[in-house]
Nanobody
């Protein structure tokens, strides 16, 4: 059974940066497309970014395009989310998610029900 563990969350002032990490254990990392979602208090879970197993194909949610970058290191079985230009509205619990898939990314890639495996989440708080 694969598991995902996120880290790297914390508190930052608006305009600052954070890098989240998510490590997979238990399975072959390159079998999986990896994604980041986030959930703010009182709101639905929101798609942030997805990356295919090679790292070539990436998609982003509209609210983070141009500020966030998803990447992966297959040797370390880790997916990253580099977050720059953080805004107070980025405050949320950030979750790593995985789907075993032979092609590029799930279709649709931005819906959380497409990902069977989730981490426990890491809190990101951006102050104004």
């Amino acid at each position: 059974q694969e598991s995902l563990v996120e880290s790297g969350g914390g508190w930052v002032q608006a305009g600052g940066s954070l890098r989240l990490s998510c490590v997979m254990s238990g399975r072959t990392f390159t079998d999986y497309a990896m994604a980041w979602f986030r959930q703010a208090p009182g709101k639905e879970r929101e798609f942030v970014a997805v990356i295919n197993w090679t790292g070539v194909t990436k998609y982003y949610g509209d609210s983070v395009k141009g500020r966030f970058t998803i990447s992966r290191d297959n040797d370390k079985k880790t997916v990253y989310l580099q977050m720059n230009g953080l805004k107070p509205e980025d405050t949320a619990v950030y979750y790593c998610a995985a789907r075993k898939i032979a092609i590029s990314v799930p279709v649709p890639y931005n819906e959380d029900h497409m990902y069977p495996t989730w981490g426990q989440g890491t809190q990101v708080t951006v102050s104004s």
